[in-house]
């Protein structure tokens, strides 16, 4: 069975899941993508294809008349390689609508379609005129992407969601990061069973050997109880200006308290200006990017609390792995899944420093419980939300739409 992607870019926390599906005995995955950057990949995502074992495509992407990008020579690589499915995600979804010969050609050559997304910014079906209308609709510089439309550009929406009811309907299969898909995508007229939920994951297999083998490695900080950990792009959306809000009245408290954090982008000046005005400096500890697994495991295990004060997703796994407790807000929809409150982390309310101050306390006020939350967050990702979860949830859907039985173990 040939399988192909079609991915805005190549970020190196999917290549594990695709080099894993590419593994398997029968599968054999190949992926397209442009040739040149792509939106669709945040601004600062870290992208490689150094360690791949699958079959990369580069084509040239034009701008369609319907305003979003499809792929130069896409016909020509179906007829090439002869996928069984394809697998796209957005804005290339749009090209089977508004490029019907597309869509015919695959019918033609008995290909399935599937579509793949993170459902966390479409409204249902009956919610979407108020939601696109309610500011809700933010940027990663946390800006409505609706500001200044007028009544008539605002149309465009509604069309946005009659076009969602027609792909949603026409691929074979949908796979989703959440389990609330189920209502989104079910909203659209999308019937249960072509709904599966595959979640998301780094590579865990390779993240758990990491956390055992660093075992027998000097600590690459000084033992500290009252370290917080913050991994992902320095953007506004991962809202860290709140976090340093935050850290700075609890320092009050806790003087030996630590703040890490991992990452770089476009707030990194103002982040450390902010550290510098609320006098936490000395205690706030920019690393920059790291792309290590090894390394950035080093960090995790040296600290106490991974936050996440904004969205984000897979940095919340990346913790967990590594036993940590988890402090979050509204992410990406990821995190329902993942953190339980009191079972393995504590929820905030959405950009209220004052509570997230007050969660952080908590838990540095009692030591042995925010030890249990950790080991808690371990075995969620061991017995739970993993690689070969999603592995598994992908093979599922090939099952349905091939109606075959592709063994994995």
């Not at 179906?78 to 609508?97: A, N, Q, R, S």
Request: contains cysteine.
């Amino acid at each position: 069975m040939k399988v192909l992607f079609t991915f805005g870019g190549l970020p190196h926390y999917y290549n594990a899941i695709l080099n894993k599906l590419n593994s398997i005995e029968g599968l054999e995955v190949h992926v397209a993508v442009p040739r040149m950057d792509h939106n669709t990949i945040g601004k600062g995502v870290f992208q490689t294809n150094e360690g791949i074992n699958f079959k990369l495509h580069y084509l040239d992407e034009y701008n369609t008349y319907y305003g979003k990008s499809f792929f130069k020579d896409f016909i020509k690589l179906i007829y090439k390689e002869k996928p069984d499915i394809v697998i796209t995600i957005w804005p290339y979804i749009l090209g089977f609508v508004f490029k019907p010969y597309i869509l015919i050609t695959l019918k033609l050559l008995r290909i399935k379609l599937i579509l793949k997304e993170i459902p966390f910014q479409v409204p249902k079906y009956n919610d979407a005129r108020a939601y696109y209308r309610s500011g809700m609709l933010l940027d990663e510089n946390l800006e409505d992407q609706l500001k200044g439309t007028s009544k008539i550009g605002m149309l465009k929406y509604d069309f946005l969601s009659f076009i969602r009811k027609i792909y949603y309907k026409l691929v074979d299969a949908n796979v989703e990061y959440i389990e609330d898909a189920y209502d989104i995508i079910g909203s659209y007229g999308v019937r249960k069973n072509k709904i599966f939920i595959i979640y998301n994951s780094p590579d865990t297999d390779e993240l758990l050997k990491i956390k055992n083998d660093i075992k027998s490695l000097p600590p690459i900080m000084p033992e500290n109880n009252f370290r917080l950990i913050h991994v992902g792009r320095l953007v506004k959306w991962k809202k860290v200006d709140l976090l340093i809000n935050a850290f700075s009245i609890v320092i009050d408290k806790f003087p030996c308290a630590e703040l890490i954090i991992i990452g770089t982008g476009p707030e990194e000046k103002a982040l450390k200006e902010l550290a510098v005005k609320k006098n936490v400096a000395g205690s706030v500890k920019f690393i920059g990017g790291i792309y290590d697994s090894k390394v950035l495991g080093q960090y995790l295990s040296a600290s106490s609390v991974y936050v996440l004060a904004g969205m984000g997703g897979l940095s919340i796994n990346e913790a967990m792995c590594f036993d940590k407790p988890v402090i979050c807000s509204v992410c990406d929809g990821t995190e329902k899944k993942l953190v339980r409150d009191d079972f393995n982390g504590k929820y905030f309310e959405d950009g209220n420093v004052n509570d997230l101050k007050d969660k952080i306390d908590y838990l540095f006020s009692n030591q042995e419980l925010m030890t249990k939350m950790g080991k808690n967050s371990g075995k969620i990702i061991s017995e739970e939300i993993n690689l070969n979860t999603v592995i598994r949830g992908y093979l599922n859907a090939f099952d349905y739409v091939m109606k075959t039985n592709v063994r994995f173990k």
